[in-house]
């Protein structure tokens, strides 16, 4: 198995506010990482980072090998970091078949196709003529992540999957995440929900106000209550 991401040492910055402090992440093929961390953590700022939306000062970050910290955004796209923000982004008047097209990511082949993914995904075929705007929030959610996978991602980027959806519809997207593992995809997810997190990681990363604070498997993070407790809204 071989690495897929790789970074090392990075320092973010917002203009003059310095917002993250030497973070270090790995994540190895077919590996879910989680990089956890309460509001304003640096959890987004982070994404942003390894997809070119926000560069870092210094340090690296290598895809597949290859150093992507100087690229623009849609070259880190087309080497296949595919990603999923926080607010989703579906557009309301277009079918959820209409928002699955695009994704389609010229260049980027793979084994997902728009027929691929709706058969891989039955909830999707129940909802493909449907608009966007008529989706609840998991839907929508559901949908941003198929449509991302539509670009074949080596790895993908969900950011707050889970944020503002009622427990229910959380236990839902679960299901949908394991089933997205089983097809091997390699993804780098960031959370506050630990039981989510827990359901779907092999690893998790705990970020701070900017410095990473704890890193290690599943299982070691299931035992380190003193970092639950100090870290996360636990
Ligand atoms: N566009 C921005 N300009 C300045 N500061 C920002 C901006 N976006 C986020 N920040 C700050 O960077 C820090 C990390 O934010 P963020 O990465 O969004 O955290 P998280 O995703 O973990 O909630 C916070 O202190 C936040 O206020
Ligand atoms: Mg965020």
Not at 47 to 76: E, Q, W
Not at 121 to 133: A, S
Request: charge should be neutral.
């Amino acid at each position: 198995m071989g690495r897929v991401l790789e970074v090392v040492d990075i320092n973010t910055f917002y203009g003059r506010s310095h917002v993250l402090f030497d973070v270090n992440l790995s994540v190895e093929e077919g590996q879910t990482v989680c990089l956890m961390g309460r509001n304003g953590a640096g959890k987004t700022t982070t994404f942003r980072s390894i997809i070119g939306l926000n560069p870092p000062r210094n340090g690296d970050i290598r895809f597949k090998g290859i150093s992507c910290r100087r690229l623009p955004p849609y070259k880190i796209a087309r080497m296949g970091i595919g990603f999923v923000p926080e607010d989703r982004r579906i557009l309301d008047r277009l079918t959820v078949r209409e928002n699955l097209e695009l994704g389609h990511i010229p260049g980027r082949k793979g084994e997902w196709d728009l027929e691929k993914i709706i058969d891989y995904f039955p909830i999707l075929k129940d909802l493909q003529d449907r608009v966007g705007g008529t989706l609840s929030g998991g839907e929508q959610q559901i949908l941003a992540i198929a449509r991302a996978l539509m670009g074949n991602p080596d790895l993908l980027l969900l950011d707050e999957p889970s944020e503002g959806l009622a427990p229910v519809i959380v236990a839902f997207l679960k299901d949908f995440v394991l089933k997205l593992k089983e097809s091997k995809t390699t993804i780098l997810l960031s959370e506050q929900n630990v039981r989510f997190a827990s359901a779907v990681s092999d690893w998790v990363v705990v970020i701070d106000k900017g410095h990473v604070v704890f890193s290690g498997s599943i299982d070691e993070f299931q035992a380190s209550e003193d970092v639950k407790k100090k870290y996360l809204a636990v």
